[in-house]
């Protein structure tokens, strides 16, 4: 399986952009990215009438939708761990998570000084770096929003 770093934070901290920011650079660098996105509130992909929402009406526990150059699979699953979300994605040298913060994978916190006036991190275990403006010390390397290349470089070292 390949390694996972969990971008994690408040809502509306940054996260999304931040893995938005270092797919592309990492890419530079050669390797095949998968992300995971924890949604709280549930999603849908399937469009009533469509025939892959068809067949999860029909009672089908997984679809899986083919195009020449896309798939995406739905499956029912109770809350699942990130772990075993990642069987998935084998085939790629990294997985970004966006959210999991509860799980047992290597953390990035993102804390923005505009919307938020303390980190998440007391809750947050297997922290390795902090992206941020503040001027908050974790006890772990810090990197500032739009330090990329040097976030990058600290993935590539020490996880990839």
């Known amino acids: 399986m390949p390694p996972i770093i969990s971008i994690v934070g408040k809502s509306k901290s940054g996260k999304t952009t931040l893995v ?3 797919i592309p ?3 530079r660098r050669g390797y095949r990215i998968g992300t995971i996105k924890h949604a709280h509130h549930g999603f849908t992909l399937d469009r009533k009438g469509k025939d892959s929402a068809r067949h999860r009406a029909a009672g089908a526990d997984a679809v899986i939708v083919s195009a ?3 798939m995406a ?3 029912g ?3 699942p761990s990130l772990t075993s979300l990642a069987m998935f994605l084998e085939d790629m040298d990294l997985i970004i998570a966006e959210g999991f913060k509860s799980d047992c994978q ?3 916190e993102v804390c923005r000084a505009d919307n938020h006036k303390a980190p998440i991190h007391p809750i947050v275990s297997r922290l390795t770096a902090f992206v941020s403006d503040t001027d908050i010390d974790m ?3 810090k990197f500032g929003l ?3 290349e040097r976030l990058a470089d600290l993935i590539e070292g020490q996880i990839l």
Do not use: C, W, Y
């Open 20 to 22: 938005e920011k270092l």
């Open 25 to 27: 650079e990492l890419k």
């Open 68 to 70: 020449p150059d896309t």
């Open 73 to 75: 699979m739905i499956k």
């Open 77 to 79: 699953h109770s809350n």
């Open 106 to 108: 290597l953390k990035i």
């Open 139 to 141: 006890g772990v390397p």
């Open 146 to 148: 739009e330090d990329i």
